[in-house]
């Protein structure tokens, strides 16, 4: 199993920023990647999605305006952002970071659709 590992979470107040992280091998430079969340009693819901390239992106409605993502892809590693504003009590979630294999390189919306896992960073929004 490859491994992704998220950073950047924590507690932040409502109206504040954070950036999430996530690191990946070099293999996955050629991989759609995307991120999504699961909130207390939640099922977990796609927020948004990247192509290999970095050109084409997809947000849920509810983070369009003020999530984006983006990402590096260099030969050793790739890393995976999720740049956050204007954060809101029901951001509250442990945030995943997934990619598709490598023969994947565009963005998808689905969880059936990646194929590897983060083990999540925890994002708590107080209001």
């Known amino acids: 199993q490859a491994q992704l590992e998220e950073s950047g979470g924590g507690l932040v107040q409502a109206g504040d920023s954070l950036r999430l992280t996530c690191e990946a091998p070099g293999t996955f430079g050629t991989s759609g990647m995307g991120w999504f969340r699961q909130g207390p009693g939640k099922e977990r819901e796609f927020v948004a999605s990247?192509?290999?390239?970095?050109?084409?992106?997809?947000?849920v409605d509810s983070v369009r305006d003020r999530f984006i993502i983006s990402r590096h892809n260099a030969l050793n590693i790739v890393t995976l952002y999720l740049q956050m504003t204007s954060l809101k009590p029901e951001d509250t979630a442990v945030y995943y970071c997934a990619a598709r294999d490598f023969k994947r390189p565009t963005q998808a919306t689905r969880e059936s659709e990646y194929d590897y896992w983060g083990q999540g960073t925890q994002v708590t929004v107080s209001s």
């Open positions: 990247i192509s290999w390239s970095g050109v084409a992106t997809e947000y």
